[in-house]
């Protein structure tokens, strides 16, 4: 599928040291949610679904167009605080451009994002990583050279909030946020089930590559975190582990949007799937719900819905 330039994406991938003084406090555990926006105009009343559970995201009528592919006609869905989401449909359905929506790659032609109520369009993609969301990629982005410890260091300077000049002088915050950043990202290393800290990230297995992601992602202290084919060159041990790896992180209070095309690992640990095909959301609900759905069996195999 087509891939935006390999240009950094996220916090963990480029200089935020200007934004630093307007970033919200540092947040040194693991899971730790964002902060609830506080005094912006643009926010709305997030909705609850059934079980009285606010949205953390809205989908909220989301059209985007490449020239005349319309990769999203019309989608709508909510991701609501704690559940794991799977984001699912054959190739080419849209979901990799739902999620560059989501993290600030592409504005919607039409409708709206909104995470915590803010909508997200216009907002740099360091921006919406400072509100929350963290992701990781369907084809690995690390610093190959760099230790596995300095790559999720990376990721926990989104939060830093010591200036250009404190950080040049090396004044008392910069080492203080310096040592909290560390001891983080060995806890998150640890988390994710790497133990080779200092090695450098080329040296990995590809299996640890794609944790060190993980960690790196998780380094940001998102209230969301998006996985884009984390299973993706697994074999069937690995998928289990990452699969303990995603209720741990959902154990720790993040929320988890998934992308995957494994099914078993979809269904065995989403609490609710939303199917795109050609664009268009066509079926949403519990994995059994899902799995059952005619239209979205006849989008897997590729017959007519009222044929399957
Ligand atoms: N940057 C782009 N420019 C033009 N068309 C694009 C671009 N990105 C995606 N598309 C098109 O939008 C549609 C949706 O693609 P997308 O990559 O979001 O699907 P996907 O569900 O993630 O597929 P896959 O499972 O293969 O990764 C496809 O028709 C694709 O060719």
Redesign the pocket.
């Known amino acids: ?4 330039p390999p240009e950094p994406q996220d916090a963990s991938e480029r200089d935020v040291t200007s934004e630093r003084d307007a970033a919200p406090d540092a947040r040194t555990t693991v899971g730790v949610p964002a902060e609830p926006p506080t005094g912006d105009s643009t926010a709305h009343p997030a909705p609850t679904d059934l079980a009285g559970r606010k949205a953390l995201l809205e989908v909220d009528n989301v059209t ?1 167009r ?2 005349g ?4 006609d019309q989608v709508n869905f909510n991701l609501y605080e704690g559940e794991i989401l799977g984001l699912i ?12 929506a989501m993290t600030g790659v ?1 504005a919607p032609t039409s409708g709206e994002i909104r995470f915590q109520g803010k909508k997200l369009s216009g907002r740099a993609r360091y921006k919406i990583t400072q509100l929350g969301i963290a992701r990781t990629f ?1 084809n690995i982005r690390l610093f190959p050279e760099m230790t596995a410890l300095e790559n999720v260091m990376v990721g926990a300077d989104a939060h830093h909030k010591t200036s250009v000049p404190s950080a040049l002088l090396r004044l008392p915050r910069y080492w203080q946020e310096e040592r909290s950043g560390r001891e983080r990202s060995h806890e998150l290393l640890d988390f994710v089930g790497i133990r080779r800290h200092g090695e450098a990230a080329r040296n990995l297995s590809y299996g640890e590559q794609r944790r060190l992601e993980i960690a790196r992602a998780l380094a940001t202290s998102p209230a969301l975190l998006c996985l ?2 984390p299973a993706a060159g697994f074999n069937p041990a690995e998928k289990d582990s990452l699969l303990q790896l995603i209720r741990d992180i959902r154990g720790t209070g993040v929320t988890v949007l998934l ?1 995957e ?1 494994d099914m078993r690992l979809v269904m065995g640990v989403t609490d609710r799937i939303v199917v ?1 095909e ?2 268009k959301k066509i079926a949403e609900g519990s994995p059994a719900e899902v799995r059952d759905n005619p239209k979205v069996i006849a989008a897997y195999l590729g017959v007519p819905a009222d044929a399957a």
Do not use: R, W
């Open positions: 599928m087509p891939e935006t985007l490449f020239g592919v319309v990769a999203l449909g054959p190739n080419g359905a849209g979901k990799t451009t739902c999620f560059n592409y369907q884009d084919e992308i095309h795109l050609f664009g």
